[in-house]
């Protein structure tokens, strides 16, 4: 059963912008979760994009995201976003939503773990 679900990738050229969005599955404790987006390009291994706390008051990012990308959660309408500014190539990959993540408390780590929900991915491709 599908337990996250991506929208918004696409195509655009580099210095281009795109908004992602994540909905959950509606019996899933979305406002509880530590939430967060990942990205895998070909040939490369899953990459940490942007995670933030259940409560939207942690938020930590990629060093190649920072001052470019921005999470946030709505804990309202249960959705997960990623604002993506100033796209590069280098951003090309499949973008993966993922709920129930562990925040690192000393450091900026954010990890999934056996109990972890993911979407299947949106595609975002940045043309240079």
């Known amino acids: 059963q599908v337990q996250l679900v991506e929208s918004g990738g696409g195509s655009v050229e580099a210095g281009g912008s795109l908004r992602l969005s994540c909905t959950i599955r509606r019996d899933l404790p979305f406002r509880m979760y530590n939430m967060g987006w990942f990205r895998e390009a070909p040939g490369t291994g899953r990459e940490m994009v942007a995670c933030v706390k259940e409560n939207g008051g942690r938020k930590i990012y990629g060093d190649a995201m920072k001052g470019r990308f921005t999470i946030s959660k709505d804990n309202t309408k249960k959705t997960l976003y990623l604002q993506m500014n100033n796209l590069k190539p280098e951003d090309t990959a499949v973008y993966y939503c993922?709920?129930?993540?562990?925040?690192?408390?000393?450091?900026?780590?954010?990890?999934?773990?056996?109990?972890?929900?993911w979407g299947r991915g949106t595609q975002v491709t940045v043309a240079s």
């Open positions: 993922a709920a129930d993540l562990l925040l690192g408390v000393s450091d900026d780590s954010c990890e999934g773990h056996g109990s972890s929900h």
